[in-house]
C-alpha cells in the first residue's frame, strides 16, 4: 500500500529518519514522511489514500519519543505553506506550524497578550491538538476555532466545545491533521508584554535545563485539575515533586537521565536510545508508584515499533 501513493505537489520522502526531526534525537525510520504544499495537497492526499494506511501528524518533534523500530504509515509533517501568523484585532490566525514562541512576539508586538505561549516549546497544531500550558494558562483559554483536515480528506473547522479539553488533553479525531488555529487574548500595551515574556524565559532558563536535549515536561501533574486544565489547589501536585520523593532525580539509564535541574525533565545526554528513554521512564514510573502509591502518566507522546531485538524480547 505505500508504494503507490498518491500522486501529490509537495514532497515525498521514503525510510526517512525521524531522530533528524525530534528534538530528543532519537528514533527510527518513517515508511514515508509527507511534506505537503498546501491545504487542498493535503485534503486530496489524505482522500485518495488507502483508509488501511496509518497516518501521524507530526510537529516540530518537540514533545515525542520516535521508538527506535521507526514508525510504519505516513508521517504528516507541516512546513513553510503552514507558519503565517496574521493579527487582526485581538484574534491571532496561526499556521499550525506556526511556532507558540513566534505567536506569542507577533501577538504582543501589535498590543494581544498570549505570552503564555512565549515558553512552550513547539508549534500551534500540537499546542492545540494537547492544551499545551504554562503559568496557569492554557490553549483552551485563547481557543476560537481550528481548520483540521480529516482523515477521510474533509476539510472541517472546529470550536471548543468539540476538541473537549481537558488537562494535557482533546478529543481530535485520529488521524486528523489541524492546518490552521485562531487564538484570541486581550488587550496589552507592547512594551509591557515583551517585558513579561522576557521575565517568564528568564525563570525558564533558570529552573528547566533549557540548554540540554529534552522534549519538555516528561509526565502530567497526577491530579487535581479541571476540565480546561485548571489547578485545584486543594489536590494540586506535581510531578516532579513526586519524582523527587520517590529518590529518582537525576537517575540514569544508558545515555539517558532524568535531569539534576529538573526532575521531570527526561534528558538524553549523548546517545541515548529511545528504548533508554522510554525505559527510564517507566522506571520512574514504577518507583513512584512503590513508594507513594501514584500512577504517573506520560506527557511525552511515544510512538512507533520497538528496535526488533526488544521486539522479541517482549514476545518471550
Not at 27 to 33: I, K, M, R, S, Y
Not at 102 to 123: C, E, K, S, W
Not at 266 to 283: K, R
Amino acid at each position: 500500500m505505500i508504494d503507490t501513493l498518491p500522486a501529490v505537489r509537495g514532497t515525498l520522502t521514503y525510510d526517512r529518519l525521524l531522530s533528524e526531526l525530534t528534538w530528543l534525537r532519537v528514533g527510527g525510520p518513517a515508511d514515508v514522511v509527507f511534506q505537503p504544499r498546501d491545504v487542498d495537497d493535503l485534503a486530496g492526499f489524505l482522500g485518495a489514500l488507502d483508509p488501511m494506511v496509518p497516518v501521524f501528524p507530526m510537529g516540530v518533534g518537540s514533545n515525542l519519543i520516535v521508538r527506535d523500530g521507526g514508525l510504519r504509515g505516513v508521517v504528516i509533517k507541516l512546513g513553510r505553506g503552514f507558519n503565517h501568523i496574521e493579527v487582526d484585532g485581538l484574534r491571532a490566525r496561526c499556521g499550525a506550524a506556526a511556532l507558540d514562541g513566534h505567536v506569542a512576539r507577533r501577538a504582543a508586538a501589535q498590543g494581544v497578550d498570549l505570552t503564555f505561549l512565549r515558553t512552550i516549546p513547539g508549534a500551534v497544531g500540537g499546542a492545540v491538538r494537547m492544551n499545551a500550558g504554562c503559568y496557569g494558562h492554557y490553549t483552551a483559554d485563547i481557543f476560537v476555532s481550528a481548520t483540521v483536515v480529516l482523515r477521510s480528506g474533509e476539510v472541517v473547522t472546529i470550536d471548543g466545545e468539540e476538541m473537549n479539553f481537558r488537562y494535557r488533553r482533546s478529543d481530535l479525531a485520529q488521524g486528523a491533521v489541524i492546518v490552521e488555529a485562531v487564538f484570541e487574548g486581550i488587550a496589552g500595551d507592547p512594551e509591557m508584554l515583551e517585558a513579561r515574556m522576557a521575565a517568564q524565559i528568564k525563570k525558564r532558563d533558570e529552573t528547566q535545563p533549557t540548554k540540554d536535549r529534552t522534549a519538555g515536561s516528561t509526565f502530567r501533574n497526577p491530579a487535581g485539575f479541571s476540565s480546561t486544565g485548571q489547578a485545584d489547589d486543594v489536590h494540586d501536585l506535581k510531578a516532579w515533586k513526586v519524582i523527587d520523593d520517590a529518590g529518582m532525580r537525576g537517575a540514569r539509564r544508558g545515555g539517558a537521565q532524568m535531569s539534576e535541574m529538573h526532575s521531570n525533565f527526561l534528558v538524553n545526554t549523548g546517545g541515548a536510545t529511545a528504548t533508554d528513554l522510554e525505559g527510564l521512564g517507566e522506571d520512574v514510573r514504577k518507583k513512584v508508584y512503590d513508594s507513594s502509591g501514584i500512577t504517573l502518566e506520560w506527557e511525552i507522546m511515544r510512538v512507533g515499533d520497538p528496535e526488533p531485538q526488544f521486539q522479541a524480547e517482549d514476545n518471550t
